[in-house]
């Protein structure tokens, strides 16, 4: 079984900084991908930035603007996110496209998310 659990949320100030930590554990064959996404209250889910191991391929959300880096270790994906700006409150999740050992298909696992509030 494969899980993905998510840290590092809290209450910052505008300007602040944050780092997000996305641990990956159980029975994990390879790792194409993991992302973080989030999602405001009211809004739709969007994509904060896209980290490809494999190929050492990077993709952020266009808000991002220089502001944010995705980078991994091992089975941990962190998102460290300098000069945060209340817009940028919600539930930060990461997703896992994972193949689990015994399994040929790859799998797209989810963390239950981490509340991250940027007061004005």
């Known amino acids: 079984q494969v899980q993905l659990v998510e840290s590092g949320g809290g209450l910052v100030q505008t300007g602040g900084s944050l780092r997000l930590s996305c641990v990956i554990s159980?029975?994990?064959?390879?790792?194409?991908?993991v992302a973080w996404h989030r999602q405001a209250p009211g809004k739709e889910r969007e994509l904060v930035a896209r980290?490809?191991?494999?190929?050492?391929s990077i993709k952020y959300g266009d808000f991002v603007k220089g502001r944010f880096t995705i980078s991994q270790n091992r089975k941990t994906v962190y998102l460290q996110m300098n000069v945060l700006e209340p817009e940028d409150t919600g539930v930060y999740s990461c997703?896992?496209?994972?193949?689990?050992?015994?399994?040929?298909?790859?799998?797209?696992?989810w963390g239950q998310g981490t509340q991250v509030t940027v007061s004005s």
């Open positions: 997703e896992g496209n994972i193949k689990p050992l015994g399994s040929d298909r790859w799998n797209d696992y």
């Open positions: 159980g029975d994990v064959l390879d790792l194409n991908a």
């Open positions: 980290i490809f191991p494999g190929r050492r």
